[in-house]
């Protein structure tokens, strides 16, 4: 099993996974889970210095980067083609509805936070509101 990175955890370590979620967006595109391994901040500066360059000249060859890019430091994912796994691939990473690629880029890369995979449970499930132990508090103190 791989080793868990935190998103609080500040570095980045060798070998170490984060899990990432993207909910569906209505018209636009399907949910995905995956886990990754994230980019090193030297990446994602020589991607976006390739991308700065070569965007406008030939954007084929840039999307065609990035799909390898983002391949390469997905694990697993949840995606499908015709109810069987999908390969991690920079092929299918190309073809994802650009919206979600983009999404997916920038979670792996640093630039946006995943969102909360409501699926995952954390420690902060388990917590109560505080309103909850401010009754129990009193409760104690027979207020």
């Given at each position: 099993m791989a080793k868990r990175l935190n998103w609080s955890d500040n570095i980045i370590r060798d070998g170490f996974t984060q899990s990432g979620y993207i909910p569906?967006?209505?018209?636009?595109?399907?949910?995905i889970r995956f886990e990754f391994r994230p980019m090193l901040p030297?990446?994602?500066?020589?991607?976006?210095?390739?991308?700065?360059?070569?965007?406008?000249?030939?954007?084929?060859?840039?999307?065609?980067?990035?799909?390898e890019?983002?391949?390469?430091?997905?694990?697993?994912?949840?995606e499908k083609i015709d109810s069987s796994p999908a390969e991690i691939s920079g092929a299918n990473v190309r073809k994802m509805r650009f919206t979600l690629q983009?999404?997916?880029?920038?979670?792996?890369?640093?630039?946006?936070?995943?969102?909360?995979d409501p699926e995952l449970s954390t420690e902060w499930?388990?917590?109560?509101?505080?309103?909850?132990?401010?009754?129990?508090?009193?409760?104690?103190?027979?207020?």
């Open positions: 569906e967006v209505e018209g636009l595109h399907g949910a030297e990446e994602t500066e020589h991607f976006e210095g390739i991308r700065d360059r070569d965007g406008a000249r030939d954007p084929k060859k840039v999307r065609a980067i990035l799909g890019e983002v391949a390469k430091r997905i694990v697993s994912w949840s983009t999404k997916i880029y920038n979670i792996i890369s640093g630039f946006s936070p995943t969102t909360h499930d388990d917590l109560q509101p505080l309103e909850s132990i401010t009754e129990t508090v009193d409760e104690q103190l027979g207020k």
